[in-house]
């Protein structure tokens, strides 16, 4: 079975802190997303990586970075942390090879910035 | 304003009641995927739709695929508390890298 984990399933952070949310997958897939989830909105894609250390944007990347220095491996950074960005955080990867309709999620981060 | 409009936002029925979600756009999509996310889990893929008019069922789910591709629906048959959770439809770009989600319709399922 594919599994996707995230560092944290719960996380509580001050104003202006640095937050770093870190995802690992085991199957060896090339695609890796990261999006946020907020009621009434869906879930919004914020950068997605094809490959180590290749990123591109997605709808909503301000005030977030991302590193993909290994291929299982795909970390969000919040710079600065501040309120608006609460939010529950879904990690997912894909493959090229397999179903490219089918992502697999992680279980989520509930950030909380006070 | 979303790509995709799920409706209703939310269902709350008794357990062997029958339902029915929509996921609509007003453009024409090449497929459309619908997901459930169980509380406390990230989503989980159920099916995909490729065909208009294309009818694919799981179990006590049918999933409708629009003729014109620009709708879907999803409906459950004696809905059970397991069938508890959001169902989100979502369709992905040509090169499927990236992946636009509507925002769910929430069903409970009482017992």
């Known amino acids: 079975d594919v599994k996707v984990t995230q560092s944290s399933r719960y996380l509580v952070k001050r104003t202006g802190e640095k937050v770093f949310l870190e995802c690992v997958q085991d199957?060896?897939?090339?695609?890796m997303f990261w999006y946020r989830q907020d009621p009434g909105l869906g879930l919004r894609l914020i950068y997605f990586s094809y490959d180590v250390k290749m990123k591109e944007k997605g709808d909503i990347p301000e005030g977030y970075s991302v590193s993909r220095e290994k291929k299982e491996r795909f970390s969000l950074i919040l710079e600065s942390a501040s309120t608006n960005q609460t939010s529950m955080y879904l990690c997912?990867?894909?493959?090229?090879?397999?179903?490219?309709?089918?992502?697999?999620f992680g279980p989520g981060t509930r950030l909380t910035v006070t | 304003t979303q790509l995709l409009e799920q409706s209703p936002q939310f269902l709350s029925i008794q357990e062997g009641e029958n339902l029915t979600v929509y996921c609509n756009s007003s453009?024409?999509?090449?497929?459309l995927q619908w997901y459930r996310q169980e509380p406390g889990e990230g989503p989980v893929l159920l099916v995909t739709?490729?065909?208009?008019?294309e009818v694919k069922k799981l179990k006590r789910l049918t999933f409708q695929f629009g003729d014109a591709r620009k709708d879907s629906s999803l409906h459950i048959t004696a809905a059970q508390p397991g069938d508890t959770g959001l169902y989100l439809c979502?369709?992905?770009?040509?090169?499927?890298?990236?992946?636009?989600f509507g925002s769910g319709t929430k069903l409970n399922v009482k017992p």
């Open positions: 979502a369709l992905s770009s040509y090169n499927f890298n990236k992946f636009y």
């Open positions: 739709v490729v065909t208009g008019g």
């Open positions: 453009s024409v999509f090449s497929s």
């Open positions: 997912a990867s894909s493959s090229e090879q397999g179903d490219p309709y089918e992502q697999y």
């Open positions: 199957m060896d897939h090339e695609n």
